[in-house]
């Protein structure tokens, strides 16, 4: 299984091979780099976005995307009710070994038996959706899997200023599609995740998403970089 590089950067990581990285690639900027430490890191060491969706989390929450459970783990030690998905395999596996009690190795889309409070998407974890059109089938999916008056907490960014030219101007293929539509590849040694689609979404374009699926959109935080840290609650 070739296509997973989080998950083997984290199992190398936990190994003891600390200074991996995990090369990210996009259709918008020139290549990144997520180090494997970032991944694991503790309660004091999150940004305040992610503190402050934590001490709003309420009831059975489920940790969708959860990566090597850093989220979850934090609320199991707070007593919270907290379950982390994830579809790679070996990210479950490091969550494992690291005491997440609770781990569900499936595609969010694939899970319909159970209900939740709070679905927590953190590290810009909406983008799963890949696109707008995706928004829309993943909010009408998000109804089956919360409880009355459950709530979305996520993690997203208004990108528009990565588009900016030199003179503050804006320059949008408007041919294009959304300008938040964008696709990414990542590479860990000889682990690569091949080409997929992740969203940006800016906070007013959710909200009419939200409205329209039956949520009320709240924004919680704004960062420095167009991020933001949002609550959908679903209307009762």
Known sequence: MNNDPIGAAAQAYLAGAHDVEITVESNLA??????????FRSENEMPELELIALEECRGQVLDVGAGVGAHTLVLQQRGVAAT????????????????????????????????????LLM???IGIAGSLLGLERFLEH???????????????ADILYMYEEEDGSV???LNAGYYGEIKYNMKYKEQESGWFDWL????????????????????????????????LELNS
């Open 30 to 39: 020139e290549d990144d780099v997520i180090p494997a430490v970032y991944l």
């Open 84 to 119: 982390a998905l994830d579809f790679s395999a070996r990210a479950v596996e490091v969550m494992k070994q690291q005491g997440v009690q609770q781990v569900l190795h499936k595609d969010v889309y694939d899970l319909e038996a159970a209900t939740y409070d709070t679905l």
């Open 123 to 125: 590290m810009n974890g």
């Open 142 to 156: 998000a109804k089956k899997l919360l409880k009355p008056g459950g709530q979305i907490l996520l993690e997203s």
């Open 171 to 173: 320059l949008l293929d």
């Open 200 to 231: 940006f979404i800016d906070a007013s374009l959710l909200e009419d998403y939200a409205n329209r699926f039956g949520y009320t959109l709240e924004v919680l935080y704004e960062g420095e970089n167009g991020n933001y840290l949002a609550r």
